[in-house]
């Protein structure tokens, strides 16, 4: 348990830049932009349309040099061999220059972040640490304590997704107040204010649960002025500007229902990068969880491939999911054994074991299904909510309900008349589980929802919740609930919006008890 628990706060706390997008899905709880007076949206930073736009802007004091952001661009492609070459002249010719040491070790992060090589593990931490060396031959700046800083939360987050908890944690405090320091000396530093606004923000809307490791690790914070310090970078010019505005964009769009912006930045973002293969994923990403399946499709089928780029197979389990979705179970099933064969880490291998089995179940293959139900019980640990409820499917040993199951997908790829007509074929009698009887008026308020025919989504919920009561041990009840307290929300009903955000609450354990409990209480906040 104290294992899962640093994971979840390393990540809430400091998975940022390209880790962060990546990750953001199942990241920090954020708190809304308009209660802190932010604007709606930020203008999006323009793309420079080559690289050349670039070596014209002019340097700055404590500004990453113009080879720096050149490798920095080709990081955030996900191109890391490429950022590298480009920096071993500028690491060779001022080895403790901290511009090349931050993108660097960015780049090593990245890597460790996204592909969980534990192979690599001993020697790109080693080199994190040999950096921090570096840096403290450097003479003081905003730059240097800065990457001095970042670097040493790079560090702690690469010990902690790896297990090593003591040390993970220490690294983890003291980057966490390195930045402070480096707000507090360099004020006008935007970087630093975008780092610590994203700690800030992590730290300060962690669920109630997590209070006893933040004691321990001697973080506090507030949420709102986290996210006020990111919203200034976000506004203002600097090198990592454009990270503030993705930041706040899956901010508002992942626990907001705002997704408009984040719509618009991915689209933006990859029509302006066509090579950009950490744009690719924002974008499929953002699809995905707006329900636009066939959309979030296109994009994964239009990213840039080859030997260049960063394997990054958690593409083909999103890529699955919405092949899943669609019916086409046989290329659900070949996108998540590329996964599982591809991923060097454990996360989310229950989770594809579980969505291979429903491929082969709805597909009318039993020997097939019950090799990757198996498989289930086998497939790493059980840290992330996808992995819980898989592992929870297992152990309830309960056969799902086919026409539920297929309608459930169909709606979560936004195929919301499909699942409607699905739905009509459910009867319920006297043999029909407790579980179904819930899920079924629950399935039909999303498909509404999704289509928004909202007295209808708003009739449904209400059903799931009645026949659910009070401890129903499954998720549909809290969820109609939060669900009914966003649409409140959205017609200013605040009243009625705190009614069932407060319901929502009182459920007790579920397979997303965390994030939907944190999704309320942040929106009780913003009621106030």
Excluded at 58 to 86: C, F, H, I, W
Excluded at 195 to 200: H, S
Excluded at 467 to 487: D, F, I, N, V
Aim: proline share 5%; with cysteine; glycine share 6%.
């Amino acid at each position: 348990m104290a294992s899962r628990l640093l994971s979840v706060a390393a990540f809430c706390i400091c998975a940022r830049r390209v880790g962060l997008v990546l990750a953001l899905a199942g990241g920090p709880l954020l708190a809304p932009a308009r209660c802190l007076n932010l604007p709606e949206a930020v203008e999006i930073q323009h793309l420079p349309d080559n690289v050349e736009q670039l070596e014209n802007q002019n340097q700055k004091p404590d500004a990453l040099s113009t080879n720096s952001r050149r490798a920095y661009a080709e990081v955030m492609k996900l191109r890391l061999d490429a950022g590298r070459a480009l920096l071993r002249t500028e690491l060779a010719s001022a080895p403790t220059a901290p511009a090349p040491l931050l993108v660097a070790n960015c780049a090593d992060f990245v890597e460790l972040l996204i592909t969980q090589d534990a192979s690599r593990y001993d020697a790109l931490t080693a080199t994190q640490t040999a950096r921090l060396d570096a840096l403290d031959d450097a003479p003081a700046s905003a730059l240097r304590d800065y990457a001095r800083a970042e670097i040493t939360l790079h560090l702690g987050l690469s010990q902690l997704l790896f297990k090593h908890l003591v040390v993970g944690g220490y690294h983890l405090r003291s980057g966490y107040h390195q930045m402070q320091d480096v707000v507090k000396q360099y004020p006008t530093f935007l970087p630093a204010r975008k780092t610590l606004g994203v700690c800030e923000f992590a730290v300060g809307s962690l669920p109630e649960g997590y209070h006893w490791l933040l004691r321990l690790l001697g973080l506090t914070a507030n949420s709102d002025t986290g996210l006020q310090r990111l919203g200034q970078a976000a506004a203002q010019p600097n090198d990592f500007q454009l990270e503030s505005q993705i930041f706040l964009a899956l901010i508002r769009e992942s626990y907001y229902k705002k997704p408009a912006e984040a719509l618009r930045l991915a689209e933006q973002l990859t029509t302006q990068q066509h090579d950009n293969l950490l744009f690719t994923y924002l974008r499929t990403s953002v699809e995905k969880r707006q329900h636009h399946g066939a959309a979030a499709l296109a994009a994964y089928r239009a990213r840039p491939t080859g030997p260049g780029y960063l394997p990054t197979a958690y593409l083909h389990h999103m890529a699955a999911d919405l092949l899943l979705y669609r019916g086409e179970y046989a290329a659900s099933e070949r996108e998540n054994l590329a996964f599982l064969h591809e991923f060097r880490g454990h996360h989310y291998r229950k989770d594809a074991a579980f969505k291979l089995y429903l491929a082969m179940w709805l597909s009318g293959q039993p020997v097939a299904a019950a090799k990757y139900r198996a498989l289930i019980n086998q497939a790493g640990p059980a840290d992330v909510e996808e992995d819980v409820y898989a592992q929870h499917y297992y152990q309830e040993a309960t056969a799902l309900n086919p026409i539920l199951t297929k309608a459930r997908l169909q709606s979560d790829g936004g195929y919301d008349r499909e699942a409607l007509s699905t739905l009509w074929a459910f009867h319920t009698n006297q043999t029909t589980l407790w579980r179904d009887r819930i899920e079924a008026p629950y399935r039909r308020a999303r498909a509404y929802q999704g289509l928004g025919r909202l007295d209808s989504a708003w009739f449904y919920f209400e059903q799931t919740q009645t026949e659910a009561g009070p401890k129903a041990p499954y998720y549909y009840a809290p969820q109609a609930a939060l669900q009914q307290g966003y649409m409140a929300q959205s017609v200013g009903n605040k009243p009625t919006a705190r009614l069932y955000f407060q319901r929502a609450l009182r459920y007790p354990w579920h397979e997303y008890k965390n994030s939907t409990d944190a999704k309320a209480k942040l929106a009780l906040r913003e009621l106030k």
